[in-house]
């Protein structure tokens, strides 16, 4: 199984959501470049419904198969026992855990007016609490571990969206949650490098369960032989390389990954800028902005925007 770089030979590393998808290219191809892989996943639903131990162990039995190491966790990483147990579920299988991937999350589509509030806190539950929980219990086990004079080379990959860096019409409990990971992102790179922790986020754009149904005709497979654009196994690579000791350095950044491309996002920053030396009257501060958007790049459009 083991590639001819062996980027993460040694290394223990846990993918949340790893059932299908997204989360299942990572683990095999993390598995593929050596590492033994906690395979969590709850086997739910698209709509997050049901649970069964059959995706994660399928994937674990996958990496078994072609000579690597894994286990499987079927603990709900949105409850602080799943998400503690899922860190103890790696050192107990392996002895360390050495990287974090948040991947894990579903799907409740609705425009705003039609948004029921449980939809909405289901979806910020999974993927906003279900990076905060499995993020502070690894983090706090890295402190503790350097603290006592054993630094790793510890790194974390939260999955941000497009829909949380641009928006996502009929998605605004989705879009809401994926731009909070990557404030969450921000937060934890600052605190945690101390540590020898590295946090960054990738935004990607693949087929998967969430996305073939949404964007069917984008996400559609190629004809036999062509370039399968939307392969989740085009965004692994990125995750792997950030997942490894060879990022060294690289933290508190947002990549989009999608295909054959690999962006750097750049985000909020200041751009054109006013000051009066005083208060502003309403008009006034009118006609300032008026010149300042003059005078500003145009905003990307949302996604799905009529």
């Known amino acids: 199984m083991t590639s001819s770089t062996a980027l993460c030979a040694g290394r223990v590393v846990a993918v949340t959501g790893a059932g299908r998808g997204l989360g299942r290219a990572h683990a095999l191809a993390f598995a593929a470049e050596g590492a033994k892989v906690v395979v969590n996943d709850l086997g739910v639903g698209l709509d997050g419904s049901g649970a069964g131990s059959g995706p994660a162990q399928r994937v674990v039995e996958e990496i078994r198969a072609a000579g690597g190491e894994a286990v499987a966790h079927g603990g709900d990483i949105a409850t602080t026992d799943g998400a503690a147990s899922l860190v103890a579920a790696a050192l107990d299988s392996f002895g360390r855990l050495d990287t974090l991937v948040n991947n894990a999350g579903f799907l409740r589509d609705r425009m705003l007016v039609n948004l029921d509030e449980d939809d909405w806190d289901a979806v910020t ?62 937060v934890a790179a600052a605190e945690m490098g101390r540590y020898g922790v590295q946090v960054n986020a990738i935004a990607p754009a693949a087929r998967t369960r969430m996305t073939e149904e949404t964007f069917a005709e984008t996400m559609a497979a190629p004809g036999e032989g062509g370039f399968d654009t939307m392969a989740p196994e085009n965004v692994s690579p990125l995750v792997v390389w950030l997942g490894s000791a060879a990022s060294a350095g690289v933290t508190g950044r947002v990549f989009e990954a999608e295909a054959g491309r690999i962006t750097v996002m750049e985000g909020w920053r200041p751009g054109p800028t006013a000051d009066k030396g005083a208060r502003w009257s309403p008009a006034e501060a009118g006609d300032a902005a008026a010149k300042l958007l003059a005078a500003s790049e145009a905003p990307q459009p949302v996604y799905g925007a009529r």
């Open 125 to 186: 539950r999974v993927h906003l609490k279900g990076h905060f929980l499995p993020l502070k219990h690894a983090a706090a086990h890295w402190r503790a571990e350097a603290k006592a004079g054993r630094v790793h080379e510890a790194r974390v990959i939260n999955t941000s969206s497009g829909a949380g860096l641009l928006g996502s019409v009929g998605q605004g409990n989705y879009a809401a949650a994926k731009a909070g990971i990557v404030g969450l992102t921000l």
